[in-house]
C-alpha cells in the first residue's frame, strides 16, 4: 500500500502530465480553498519539474466570501475589479493551463447563505469571466478538475473518526493510483470511452428516452451534435483530461427539446451550497417546476440567472459499474459524484461537441446551433439502477443504449 506522501505526488504527476498535460515554458495557474494548498503547492511542485514558466496559486475563501455577502448590498456585490480581466486576457493570449481544486472541506460556510446574495456574487464573477469560461468551453486552453482529500471531506463521506489518509486510500483505486503506471492506464481507459463515443456517433441518434421509477424525460439533439469523453484534444495538437477521474460520455443536446419530469439521485453543489432530492419539469426544454427538498432557495436564484440557466447544455452517460458508483460512496463533490451516474448540466453547452463550432463565434450562432448559452453550468445527477435509456435513431429504429443503468454495448 502507497504512503499518502506517495499517492500526493502520484497525483500531482498524474493531473499535471495527463490533465493538463502542461509543456516546457507554460504557465498555470491554480485556484484552491485554503485546506486544499497543500496539494496545490504539490501541483506547483510537479509543474516545476515539468518546465512551468510560472505558477500562481489563488485561495478562493468561502468563509470570507459568506462574511461579503452578510456585510455588502446587492449593488456592490456586483462589483468586481477591472484587472480581473487582464489577468483572463492574458491566460488566453500566453495560454495558460488551469487547475480548480474543488473545495470539499468548508461548503459549510456556504450552507445558509442568503441565496438573492449569494447568486448576485456568483452572476457577477461568471459574467466578468465570461470570455476566458466561453474559451475554456471550447478548449482552447488545457484545465483540468480535481479533488483533493482532507479532514473534514473524509468524515463527511467515510463517517465517525475517519482521516485523510482513509480516503485517501478509498480514492486510490478510483484515480488509478494504484496502477503500475496510472497515466498509462488512464490512456487505456480514456481508448474505451472514446470507443463508446464512435459508437454512439455512428446510431445517428435524434432523441433519448429516459425512464425510471422517478424520471420519464425525452431529449432531442441536432443532426450536427457529436459525443466526447476520454479527453479532448487542444489546437495544438495536444491532448487534456478536463476532469481526473472521469467516465463520462457526453454531448450537446438541443436546447428546445427537453420535455418531461427528471428526479436527481445524488446530491449536489450549487453556487457553492448544497441541493438534494429535486424533481425538475421540462416543456419545450425550459425548466417549468423545480422542487428540492434541501436548497429550494438555492435552485431558485440558480434558474434566475439567466435564460439559458433553465435549459440543458449537456447530456451525459455514465455506467453505473463505474469505479466510482462501485465504491457505493457519496462522495458530495461534483467531480466524483457525476461520475458515478448518469447526468444532465443546466446552462452553457460546448460548442466543441457540434460539427463546425469553430464557425459559430457568437452566442445567437449557439443558440441557433441549438447549444445553450448561459453564464452557469451545473451538472446533476439523475442515473439509476433501474433507469432505461432508448435512443431513437434518424432512420426511425429504436435501440436501448443503457438498461439497469447499465450500457448495453
Given at each position: 500500500?502507497?504512503?499518502?506522501?506517495?499517492?500526493?505526488k502520484?497525483?500531482?504527476?498524474?493531473?499535471?502530465?495527463?490533465?493538463i498535460?502542461?509543456?516546457?515554458?507554460q504557465?498555470?495557474?491554480?485556484?484552491?480553498?485554503?485546506?486544499?494548498?497543500?496539494?496545490?503547492?504539490?501541483?506547483?511542485?510537479?509543474?516545476?519539474?515539468?518546465?512551468?514558466?510560472l505558477?500562481?496559486?489563488?485561495?478562493?475563501?468561502?468563509?470570507?466570501?459568506?462574511?461579503?455577502?452578510?456585510?455588502?448590498?446587492?449593488?456592490?456585490?456586483?462589483?468586481?475589479?477591472?484587472?480581473?480581466?487582464?489577468?483572463?486576457?492574458?491566460?488566453?493570449?500566453?495560454?495558460?493551463?488551469?487547475?480548480?481544486?474543488?473545495?470539499?472541506?468548508?461548503?459549510?460556510?456556504?450552507?445558509?447563505?442568503?441565496?438573492?446574495?449569494?447568486?448576485?456574487?456568483?452572476?457577477?464573477?461568471?459574467r466578468w469571466?465570461?470570455?476566458?469560461q466561453?474559451?475554456?468551453?471550447?478548449?482552447?486552453?488545457?484545465?483540468?478538475?480535481?479533488?483533493?482529500?482532507?479532514?473534514?471531506?473524509?468524515r463527511?463521506?467515510?463517517?465517525?473518526?475517519?482521516?485523510?489518509?482513509?480516503?485517501?486510500?478509498i480514492?486510490?483505486?478510483?484515480?488509478?493510483?494504484?496502477?503500475?503506471?496510472?497515466?498509462?492506464?488512464?490512456?487505456?481507459?480514456c481508448?474505451?470511452?472514446?470507443?463508446?463515443?464512435?459508437?454512439?456517433?455512428?446510431?445517428?441518434?435524434?432523441?433519448?428516452?429516459?425512464t425510471?421509477?422517478?424520471?420519464?424525460?425525452t431529449?432531442?439533439?441536432?443532426?450536427e451534435?457529436?459525443?466526447?469523453?476520454g479527453?479532448?484534444?487542444?489546437?495544438?495538437?495536444?491532448?487534456?483530461?478536463?476532469n481526473?477521474?472521469?467516465?463520462?460520455?457526453?454531448?450537446?443536446?438541443?436546447?428546445?427539446?427537453?420535455?418531461?419530469?427528471?428526479?436527481?439521485?445524488?446530491?449536489?453543489?450549487?453556487?457553492?451550497?448544497?441541493?438534494?432530492?429535486?424533481?425538475?419539469?421540462f416543456e419545450?426544454g425550459?425548466?417549468?417546476?423545480?422542487?428540492?427538498?434541501?436548497?429550494?432557495?438555492?435552485?431558485?436564484?440558480?434558474?434566475?440567472?439567466?435564460?439559458?440557466?433553465?435549459?440543458?447544455?449537456?447530456?451525459?452517460?455514465?455506467?453505473?459499474?463505474?469505479?466510482?458508483?462501485?465504491?457505493?460512496?457519496?462522495?458530495?463533490s461534483?467531480?466524483?459524484?457525476?461520475?458515478?451516474?448518469?447526468?444532465?448540466?443546466?446552462?452553457?453547452?460546448?460548442?466543441?461537441?457540434?460539427?463546425g463550432?469553430?464557425?459559430?463565434?457568437?452566442d445567437?450562432?449557439?443558440?441557433?446551433?441549438?447549444?445553450?448559452?448561459?453564464?452557469?453550468?451545473?451538472?446533476?445527477?439523475v442515473?439509476?439502477?433501474?433507469?432505461?435509456?432508448?435512443?431513437?435513431?434518424?432512420?426511425?429504429?429504436?435501440?436501448?443504449?443503457?438498461?439497469?443503468?447499465?450500457?448495453?454495448?
Amino acid at each position: 500500500m502507497k504512503t499518502v506522501e506517495q499517492l500526493v505526488k502520484d497525483y500531482a504527476r498524474l493531473v499535471i502530465e495527463s490533465g493538463i498535460n502542461l509543456y516546457k515554458g507554460q504557465s498555470l495557474l491554480i485556484k484552491t480553498s485554503y485546506d486544499g494548498y497543500y496539494f496545490a503547492q504539490a501541483l506547483a511542485e510537479s509543474a516545476y519539474d515539468h518546465g512551468a514558466q510560472l505558477v500562481k496559486i489563488e485561495i478562493n475563501d468561502l468563509k470570507l466570501m459568506r462574511k461579503r455577502t452578510e456585510t455588502q448590498s446587492i449593488e456592490t456585490l456586483s462589483l468586481l475589479p477591472d484587472y480581473e480581466k487582464q489577468v483572463d486576457y492574458e491566460m488566453m493570449a500566453k495560454d495558460w493551463a488551469y487547475i480548480y481544486i474543488d473545495n470539499t472541506e468548508d461548503r459549510f460556510w456556504l450552507a445558509d447563505a442568503d441565496a438573492t446574495r449569494l447568486s448576485a456574487l456568483r452572476s457577477t464573477t461568471s459574467r466578468w469571466h465570461h470570455i476566458y469560461q466561453t474559451s475554456r468551453m471550447r478548449h482552447e486552453h488545457p484545465w483540468c478538475v480535481i479533488c483533493a482529500p482532507g479532514p473534514v471531506w473524509a468524515r463527511k463521506v467515510l463517517g465517525g473518526k475517519a482521516t485523510t489518509e482513509n480516503l485517501w486510500h478509498i480514492l486510490e483505486p478510483i484515480l488509478k493510483l494504484d496502477a503500475d503506471d496510472p497515466a498509462k492506464a488512464w490512456t487505456e481507459y480514456c481508448d474505451m470511452l472514446l470507443g463508446r463515443c464512435a459508437w454512439l456517433d455512428s446510431l445517428q441518434i435524434a432523441q433519448l428516452n429516459y425512464t425510471s421509477a422517478k424520471t420519464d424525460l425525452t431529449i432531442g439533439f441536432r443532426e450536427e451534435h457529436l459525443w466526447a469523453g476520454g479527453g479532448d484534444p487542444l489546437p495544438n495538437g495536444r491532448w487534456f483530461l478536463p476532469n481526473i477521474p472521469t467516465e463520462e460520455v457526453f454531448t450537446v443536446p438541443d436546447l428546445a427539446t427537453a420535455q418531461g419530469h427528471v428526479a436527481t439521485t445524488r446530491p449536489v453543489s450549487v453556487m457553492d451550497s448544497l441541493v438534494e432530492d429535486a424533481l425538475i419539469t421540462f416543456e419545450k426544454g425550459k425548466v417549468v417546476s423545480c422542487t428540492a427538498r434541501i436548497g429550494q432557495s438555492v435552485m431558485d436564484s440558480f434558474l434566475k440567472t439567466d435564460e439559458g440557466a433553465s435549459r440543458l447544455g449537456e447530456v451525459a452517460l455514465v455506467d453505473e459499474q463505474s469505479a466510482i458508483a462501485r465504491s457505493q460512496w457519496i462522495f458530495g463533490s461534483i467531480l466524483f459524484d457525476e461520475n458515478a451516474s448518469c447526468h444532465l448540466a443546466l446552462g452553457a453547452g460546448y460548442p466543441s461537441c457540434l460539427k463546425g463550432s469553430a464557425k459559430l463565434s457568437s452566442d445567437a450562432q449557439l443558440i441557433a446551433a441549438g447549444c445553450n448559452v448561459s453564464l452557469v453550468h451545473t451538472d446533476f445527477m439523475v442515473g439509476c439502477a433501474d433507469m432505461e435509456i432508448i435512443a431513437l435513431t434518424r432512420s426511425g429504429e429504436q435501440v436501448v443504449i443503457m438498461e439497469n443503468g447499465k450500457f448495453t454495448h
